[in-house]
């Protein structure tokens, strides 16, 4: 394990960048394999926290940023698939996350089974708003190590250009279970996998207090 670079004797400053939906289908398979337990109202600072150990140097959590959008293409179709990812996100927000939350665009994809153009929707920004934030934070001195906490491969040539531009600095990928990939590990050798029983263990209260007083329930099809 090695300790992050440093240009001070502070412990390095770790922030996680979440991808969101890359997130939540590794959440999806994990809750295959573990049927009993209760998976999706994550507590992301807490498993972020967990893994801080990963990093070294006495490495101290600064910030969170998820990442995500909001299906409101679904909203006569499947209302309460909205509604539980604003609650999810109230929750996140709650205990000091930063929600960056892109959108929906609608495009044409070719289905082979009907031999026509038909209509779908993409997440659109997500990736982009992920890297800006990532060296924009960089260029800022806002962090000593960024985590990227995805699978995806596109995010490859952030990495790249960030071990380029920040020597001092690390940039490592947390794979979320079932969706990492060689490529990532081996562009940054310090990255890490997360495993399918730290979602098991890291989940918010039933309810979690918002700043208002008030609070925010998890939704009732995810409790078990």
């Known amino acids: 394990m090695l300790a992050a670079g440093k240009t ?37 600072p807490a498993l972020c926290r967990s893994y801080l150990h990963q990093i070294g ?38 205990r000091k996350v930063k929600a960056c939350i892109s959108q929906f665009s609608p495009k044409q ?34 962090l000593d190590v960024a985590v990227l906490v995805t699978g995806d491969s596109d995010f490859a040539p952030v990495a790249e250009t960030f071990q380029r531009r920040f020597s001092k600095k690390r940039i490592l990928f947390a794979l979320p279970f079932a969706r990492g990939t060689k490529r990532l590990k081996q562009l940054c050798p310090d990255s890490f996998s997360i495993s399918k029983e730290a979602y098991a263990k890291h989940q918010f209260p039933d ?9 925010v329930t998890i939704p009732p099809d995810w409790k078990k």
């Open 207 to 215: 309810e979690v207090m918002l700043p208002s007083g008030k609070t």
């Open 8 to 44: 001070s004797n502070r412990p390095p400053r770790v922030v996680f960048f979440i991808d969101g939906f890359n997130l939540y289908h590794s959440v999806q398979a994990a809750q295959k394999l573990l049927p009993e337990d209760q998976l999706k109202w994550l507590d992301i």
């Open 109 to 142: 994809v070719w289905s082979h089974e009907i031999e026509r153009w038909v209509g779908a929707y993409e997440e659109k920004e997500t990736d982009v708003a992920i890297a800006c934030s990532v060296m924009g934070m960089a260029m800022d001195d806002e």
């Open 57 to 94: 140097g006495g490495a101290e959590l600064s910030a969170v940023h998820y990442f995500t959008a909001y299906a409101y293409h679904l909203r006569d179709k499947a209302p309460e698939k909205i509604s539980r990812h604003k609650a999810f996100v109230r929750a996140l927000t709650a």
